[in-house]
């Protein structure tokens, strides 16, 4: 088997690269950091990794990386590729928000779109998209984030929905973690007050999760009673808990 990780050059993606090379699975690896994505290379052995530099908030990467990617004949795609933003709506710079939507959003539609095409043919393959547990609720203060993985979410649901009604093979699940200790949190400029769960404890949960053909993946057990309790929380109350939440992540 062979995957295409997005993202991998460092926090879950990287673990996620490093799980899968235990299983013995062959990778291609994709980032902007030329660099990281040698050293992973190396670390796991370059006979069983190819590198594909990228920069998927341009639509033409996205398409490039599909088709270098293809001629090493992927059967996993893992959107893992993404990054956060905190502050209030009317003080965050648009052209970053607009990056985001580029990133968390129209690269994941685009290479889930492309490889589904070609995984629906073969009536195999699996596409596990990194969401968020941000992903079930709105999230003031980082509202753009947040929004971007309701849409990641909802995405990966019904495309589930309509290869279970095609009796198709292929598999495909979101993984929605909680906080967890990557270099995202200083992307976006957060503090989390909750304790995160390790990349590599996420990474293990992630890959477990998609070869046991879960919709949807979420570690630990209070991160489940967090999610699946939010359903019964009208959304206007929700978006206030959220806010509490939110302000303890950085200076407002």
Known sequence: MTALVTGASS????????KLAKKGVRLVISGRNREKLEALRDEIGAKRVKI????????SECVRLYTEASAYNVNILVNNAGFGL???????????ELEMIDVNIKAVHTLTKLFLRDFSARDKGYILNVASAAGFMPGPLMATYYATKNYVVKLTQAVREEM?????????GAFCPGPVMTPFNDVAGVDF???????????????NGMFARKSLIIPTLKMKICVYGSRLIPDNLLAAVAYNIQTKKGEQ
């Open 164 to 172: 279970r009604v095609k009796g198709s093979n292929v598999y495909i």
């Open 52 to 59: 594909i530099v990228a920069d998927i908030s341009k639509e």
């Open 86 to 96: 905190f502050g209030r709506f009317c003080g965050t710079e648009l052209d970053r």
């Open 193 to 207: 007050g909750l304790r995160g769960i390790t990349a590599e404890y996420a990474a293990e949960c992630a890959v």
């Open 11 to 18: 926090g879950i993606g990287r673990e996620i690269a490093l």
